[in-house]
Structures are given as C-alpha cells and as structure tokens.
C-alpha cells in the first residue's frame, strides 16, 4: 500500500512539473522598462501611419511599465481620433526576443497552448478594446516597426471592453473558441496557422468619436 501511494505522489508531482513546464510566462511584473517576462518587448501603437490623429501614451518606442504597488504593470492611455471613422491606438508585446521588429520576426509557436490568461484594471469611455493575435509575415517591412499582415488586418479577435473596471479582473481566453475573425475578413485563415506562427499580441483600441481609455494589465500567461 505504501508503495501504491508513493507511486501516486510521484505521478502526480510529475504532472504538476509538467503542467508548468508548458505554461510560458509572458509577464509576471517583476522587472520594469520595457522588457517582458518571456524576453519580448512591450510598446504601443497609434494610426499616425495612416493618416490618422489619435494620441496613445507612452509613445510609441518610448514604453516603459508603470508601477503598481510591488509590481510592475504593463499601462496604456489615450484618445483615439475622428479623422479616419476606425481611429485607433493599442499596446502590445513580442513573445520572444527575436519574434518583434526591427529584428529576425523568427514566429514562436504556441498550438501546445489553449488559453491565454491576464488581469486587466481601468477605465474606457467607449469604444472598443479586444485581444487580437496578429498574422504576419516572418521578416520586417523595411523601415517599419513592424511586419506585412496576412489578413488585411481581419485578425483573430475577442472584445473585452465589459471586462475593463476599476479593480483587476481576471480574464481567461479560449485560443480556439473564443477568438474569431471578424465579419467582415475576406483572407480566411486557420486559427492553428495563426498559433503556429505568432509573434505578438495586441490589447487593440478602436473608435470613430474620440473616446478616451486608460487601461492596466499584469500576470499574462499562456497554458
């Protein structure tokens, strides 16, 4: 019976290990600048490229982490614009050192994963906020912070404005039911090619009428 038991305990510790060997850590605040966790970076974003007027803060290639507490936060404010009816801004961040750009946007595969996970806390004046994982090409445009969309910009996608209050909430993703392509998309594209492919995920802004967010999030995980 006793060796039943130890026999047990040793599974079980084994699946437990296991379990966090798979979890990848995106940010966990322990550091600040704009270092993530997992060895990516964080910045923001804005429409200037496309013509547009919206403000984001920190500026984009300027992001550093906000403190919060005893940790570090990921924080992003701002006001989209009313030049373009799809004005935007958003934050983001690179899953590996070299998955972003400038840089080798080598792609990080993350179809061993089904949920990522984040607490979010803040305010928004309307709009829309949602978690997008883009799909791009795997190099940089020349001159760009960034690289070619595969998708004409119609990503995988999951709105969480309802999710944004002012104490931290707790949001879990399904990768494969809850993200979906916009109505609108006319590249069809699998969800395990955008997986296997990934190099960042967005918390993208959007709004025609000058709305206004300030948003903060922590603990991101994939499992």
């Known amino acids: ?37 997992c060895g990516g970076w ?3 974003y804005n429409d200037a490229e496309s013509g547009g ?19 570090f936060v990921a924080r992003m404010k701002g006001k989209t614009g009313n030049k373009l009816g799809w004005d935007f801004i958003g934050i983001g961040v690179t899953l590996s050192e070299k998955s972003g750009c400038p840089g080798e946007a080598t792609p990080v595969d993350l179809t061993k994963y089904t949920t990522l996970s984040f607490k979010i806390k803040g305010e928004i004046s309307g709009g829309r906020l949602t ?51 916009p109505k609108w998309a006319k590249k069809i594209v ?3 090619d955008v997986l296997k492919n990934a190099h960042n995920i967005n918390w993208h802004f959007s709004s025609p009428d000058g709305d206004t967010i300030d948003i903060s999030i922590k603990d991101i995980e994939l499992n």
Not at 9 to 29: H, P, R
Not at 53 to 71: A, I, L, M, Y
Not at 149 to 172: C, F, H, M, N, R
Request: a neutral charge; charged letters at 30%; aromatic letters at 12%.
């Open 1 to 37: 019976m006793k060796r039943f038991i130890f026999i047990a305990v040793s599974v079980m510790a084994f699946a437990f290990l296991l379990y966090a060997a798979e979890k990848l850590v995106i940010e966990d605040g322990t550091t600040g600048k704009n270092r993530a966790t």
């Open 190 to 192: 699998s969800i395990e």
């Open 131 to 181: 978690v997008i994982i883009p799909y791009t090409e795997n190099k940089c445009e020349e001159g760009k912070y960034g690289s070619k969309t595969l998708t004409d910009w119609a990503d995988y996608e999951i709105g969480i404005s309802p999710k944004v209050t002012k104490d931290w909430t707790l949001v879990k993703i399904d990768l494969r039911k809850d993200l979906k392509q």
């Open 53 to 71: 007027n919206s403000e984001v803060w920190p500026k984009p290639q300027e992001f550093e982490k906000s403190k919060d507490g005893s940790s």
């Open 42 to 44: 964080w910045y923001t």
